[in-house]
């Protein structure tokens, strides 16, 4: 079981391009977390989803933020028109079901840096 | 809205230290607790976690925690650290509202060799 995979591992994008973080959860798990980790910060919630569904998005960012699980293929995290404050570390967590946060498994995240 | 502080940002000690690292939490009902560990250039690892029952909890690599209800806590200890534990610590909460985690700030611990 290769774990959870996320990519790019670092990313690097100017003002105002478009950032797409790809989480590909461990096989067999159908629930995902969203996580920003700013500096000097602890990790913040931002969204969980299942497969096609929002579950709760109530740490995304008004604008600017989306996120999907399709039914096929990884889930992503865009920001659009990043801006210099949007540089974190981005971490993807699974879990097989829901409600049992004993077995989240986080993947190595992803390092943004908006220039 | 349900917190978790860690009082401690930054933690030195040298080898063979004992180590308790603090975390509160602020909710008034059922809550399970987890401390994760962050070694550099790592993701995130379970060292340990309270759901129920005995409120000592043995961890990996000799790390222990105490759920103390009464006082909203569940302190992180080890009786001896090693160079290797140099890492980042987050505590953190679920609780029976709702499934997300709530993480602390993290403890960034250094140890010295």
């Known amino acids: 079981n290769a774990g959870v995979m996320q990519n790019p591992r670092h990313l690097v994008r100017r003002r105002g391009q478009e950032a797409r973080l790809r989480c590909s959860p461990m096989?067999?798990?159908?629930?995902v977390y969203w996580y920003r980790q700013l500096p000097e910060e602890g990790l913040k919630f931002m969204v969980y989803?299942?497969?096609?569904?929002?579950?709760?998005e109530s740490g995304m960012p008004k604008e600017r933020f989306s996120a999907e699980f399709p039914k096929e293929g990884p889930s992503i995290l865009r920001i659009q028109q990043v801006v210099r404050g949007d540089s974190a570390a981005y971490f993807c967590?699974?879990?097989?079901?829901?409600?049992?946060?004993?077995?989240?498994?986080f993947g190595s995240g992803t390092q943004l840096s908006v220039l | 809205a349900q917190s978790v502080s860690q009082h401690n940002h930054h933690v030195i000690l040298s080898e063979a230290a004992s180590l308790e690292l603090g975390c509160n939490y602020s909710?008034?009902?059922?809550?399970?607790l987890f401390w994760y560990v962050q070694y550099p250039g790592q993701h995130l690892q379970l060292l340990l976690k309270?759901?129920?029952?005995?409120?000592l909890v043995k961890g990996i690599k000799g790390f222990e925690a105490e759920f103390i209800k009464s006082k909203f806590s569940f302190n992180l200890r080890k009786p001896s650290v090693q160079w290797s534990d140099t890492a980042e610590y987050f505590c953190?909460?679920?609780?029976?509202?709702?499934?997300?985690?709530?993480f602390g700030k993290g403890t960034r611990l250094h140890i010295l060799p």
């Open positions: 989803l299942q497969k096609e569904n929002i579950i709760d």
């Open positions: 953190a909460v679920t609780t029976n509202r709702d499934d997300k985690i709530i």
């Open positions: 309270y759901f129920s029952g005995d409120p």
């Open positions: 909710y008034g009902g059922t809550v399970n």
């Open positions: 967590a699974s879990s097989p079901t829901e409600g049992t946060n004993e077995k989240l498994f």
């Open positions: 096989k067999g798990h159908s629930h």
